[in-house]
Every structure is written in structure tokens, then in C-alpha cells.
């Protein structure tokens, strides 16, 4: 480290791995500076995992008010006041905000509150103070942004999950574009909201990558909780009038709605950092291209999180962004595993994923090498309040060393659930050491450790 430099590191982006990589860089001495333009806390917390979370739990009240009369409570008449949510939320996400702001100040961090694009390797350009400061090393740590078709005439009209977290009103009905996880759980939360929901995807699937029995589970579930699904279509064009958007569809027909939320992906936010041009190399979506060390082709610049478009997740931005501080800043050389990473939907009903998907493990290890353990039932809640809604098990395995790649859930709680299955995945447990758990009665998570028939394709049952 060089008093040469203004600083021993600049972050670029106060989100989950710039604020990581600043307080663990600092632990370890480094003199430390970040740069955030818009609020420190990053996507997670100011407007991606954890206001959705919140907006989920007031989701699900409309399900909970009704399943209450089942055990003999007489809900009276209940009302929303989505203006009410809207201001809790944001003072949750303030204090927050605050929180993230003190870890960093108490860990001797400099917060500069401005854009900051690169003038050279060492030299960052603060926008808002329009002045430079030099740092040693420099850490790329802007995230991603939403991604809004610019081809679709219109488009102007349509909001992204930025927006969704700020409307200043619940309209009746609403449009969600997209079949990647934000678009499934936004679809969730306004329906459970009391707006009329459209999900509209231009494939055949929601939830590509997911196994298969999460995807027909979830998108049959959804229906049957009141979601309008629409798949194989996409919106042609968009016209406003008044208050209402019209929604023209590829087949020519129109939908009158009250908002359009894109979910149609994300786009690193690699763009005017003037990385290019200091031979910083971006793949063609303008990720930024790093080895195992979240290491630039520039030495000293360094990326890590979502604009890496490694694996688009806040505990994997968080892992980047130490393993980073660890192996440039305490000579402790870590590369993030990214093999096995358990994950949630906050979907309703909730997913719980961890390792490969049947489909992936077949085409990895052959048919006769995976053996498929499954359940779907109705959850003991449900036997008393009439809902139908299925839970959902799945154990894969490989046949020849009894390990267990895979778990996959639909149903309440899989996202808690997922988390401690997820130890045993990722420490190689077999189905056996599964079955040698004693289950925990009565949960629907002791199905996991007492499934016992291997599935069979209908077919091959039909031969036997
Ligand atoms: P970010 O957290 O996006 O932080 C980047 C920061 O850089 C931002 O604050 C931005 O303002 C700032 N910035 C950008 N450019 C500049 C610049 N030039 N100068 C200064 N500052 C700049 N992940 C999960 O694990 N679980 C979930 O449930 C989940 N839900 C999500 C829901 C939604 C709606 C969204 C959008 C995302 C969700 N994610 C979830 C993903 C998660 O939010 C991201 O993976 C994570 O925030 C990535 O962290 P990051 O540090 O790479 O970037």
C-alpha cells in the first residue's frame, strides 16, 4: 500500500459487495473510500430483496384473513391502505439506509455521496464534487439495473421494480412482463394485494433453469390463487389514455390496465465508467469479464456482484466483495464457489432450491444414474381451511455414490427450509445420511427425510 494514493481503495457502489469489500478492506488497514450515487444500502436494500420481502408478508394477509375462519375466527371486513405500507416501508428501509451508512463511517470508510466514473487506472472522478481522488486499487461494484425493451413502442408508459416500490396508487389492475423470479413474486404480491393480475411471458415456462416440477407447480398454483397467466405472448405496443394503458398484444388483442412492470431482466451497470477505455474487458451484455479473484484485465481494478453477471444474488455479491478484501487486503487468496447456492422465490407459494435440477443431473450423469425421490400434498394447515394448495418435495440423486444433488420445494416456508437443507448439499450428505435424520413431526419438511419410493416416469411404472 502507497501513500502515493489519496486512498489504498475506492469502491464504486455502496450496495452488498462494495459495502462488504469497504468494511473488510478497512478491518484489515487499508485506507478506504466508497462512491454511491443514489443510496448506500444498494438494490438489496433500498429497492430489491428486502422491500419485496416486506411487500410479500402484507401480500399474504388476504389469504391469512380468509384461512382464519377455517379454525373458527370470524374475520370482520378488512381494508388496505397501500399509501399505509408504503410509508412503513420506507421507514424500514431508512433506518436501514442509516444503519448501512454508520457500519461503514464506524468502520473508518469515507462515503462520498456522488456518481464516480474512472479518468485512469488510479483516478476516480467524483461527479457531484466535480473533483478527482486517487486510489491504489480500484473496486467495480455498481450492480445491475432493470431492463426495459426499447423496441416496444410505448415503452415510456411501463414501470420496472424501481418504480413498483413508489406508485402513488394501487390501480385495479396490473401487468407484470417477465418469468424470472422478481416478475413471478411481483405477479404474487399484487394479486395477494387485490389487484387483478396478468403474468405475461413469451415462453412456454416460467422460471427457466428451475427444475421442472417447481416450474408446472408454481405456474398451477399461481393460477389457481387467482394470477392471470399468460404464456407465449408478449406486449406488441403500448398506448396511454388517461389514467389507463392499453396493452396491444402480438395476436392483436388489448388489454386495458392500470400498470405495466417490466421484470424482463437485468443489465450489469458497466456503461460510461469509462472502463473500456482503460482496457477493462466486458462481455457482449456488459458484464464485466474477472478471474476466480474478481480481478479486471486492468491489475489494479478489480469487479465484483452484479455487474460480474456471475451469479445475480446478494449473498453472492456479499462473498465477492470479502473474498476480494480477504485475498488483496490480508494476503488470504479466496475464490467464491459458486457450484452450490441455495436460493428462494418468494413466490405463493414460496421455492426452496439447492444443487442441480433433474434435468440438469440427467444430462450430467445419464438417466440410469439419477434416481428422483418426490412428493406433492396438501399441507396440514390446509386440511382445515378448505385451500388447495399443494406442497412439493424432491430429493435428486446420484444412483452410483448415493450423494444427494438435489432439493427442490414448493410450499410454505421453503425459502427457511431450503437454507438448512442447503448444509447438507453443499457438504456432499447422501440419501441415506438424509434418511438416518430423525424427522421433525409434525412439519412438512419431515417428508424430506422419510421419502422412500424412487420415482418412476409414468411410462416405466406402466412396464413393470
Ligand atoms: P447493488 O446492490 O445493486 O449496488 C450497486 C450500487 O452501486 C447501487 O447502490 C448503485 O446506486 C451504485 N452505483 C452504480 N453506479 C454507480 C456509479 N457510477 N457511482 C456511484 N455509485 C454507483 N437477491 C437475493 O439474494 N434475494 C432476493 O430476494 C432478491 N430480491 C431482489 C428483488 C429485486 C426487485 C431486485 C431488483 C433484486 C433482488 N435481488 C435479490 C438481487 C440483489 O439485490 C442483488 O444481487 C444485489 O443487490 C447485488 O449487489 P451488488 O453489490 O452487486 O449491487
Partial sequence: MTKAYDYDLFVIGAGSGGVRASRIAAAHGARVAVAEEYRVGGTCVIRGCVPKKLFVYASQFSEEFEDAEGYGWTVGETSFSWAKLLANKDREIDRLNGIYIRNLENSGVKIFQSRAVLKDAHTVHLVAEDRDVTADKILIATGGTPFKPASVPGIEHAITSNEAFHLDELPSHGIVVGGGYIAVEFAGIFNGLGVETTLMYRRE??????????????????????????????????????????????????????????????????????LEELGVKLKKNGAIEVDPFSQTHVPNIYAVGDVTDRVALTPIAIREGQAFAETVFNNNPIAVDHSIIPTAVFSQPELGTVGLSEHEAREKFGDANVDVYKTSFRPMKHTMTGRHEKTFMKLVVDAKTDKVLGVHMMGSGSGETIQTVGIAVTFGATKKQFDQTVAVHPTAAEELVTLKQKWAPPAAKAAD
Avoid: C, W
Fill in 205 to 274: 415456462k416460467i422460471l427457466r433453469n428451475f427444475d421442472e416440477d417447481l416450474r408446472d407447480g408454481l405456474m398451477e398454483e399461481m393460477q389457481k390463487k387467482g394470477v392471470d397467466l399468460r404464456v407465449n405472448t408478449d406486449i406488441a405496443s403500448i398506448e396511454r389514455k388517461g389514467k389507463t394503458l392499453i396493452a396491444t398484444l402480438r395476436d392483436g388483442s388489448t388489454i386495458e390496465t392500470g400498470f405495466i412492470m417490466y421484470a424482463t431482466g437485468r443489465v450489469p451497470n458497466s456503461h460510461g465508467l469509462g
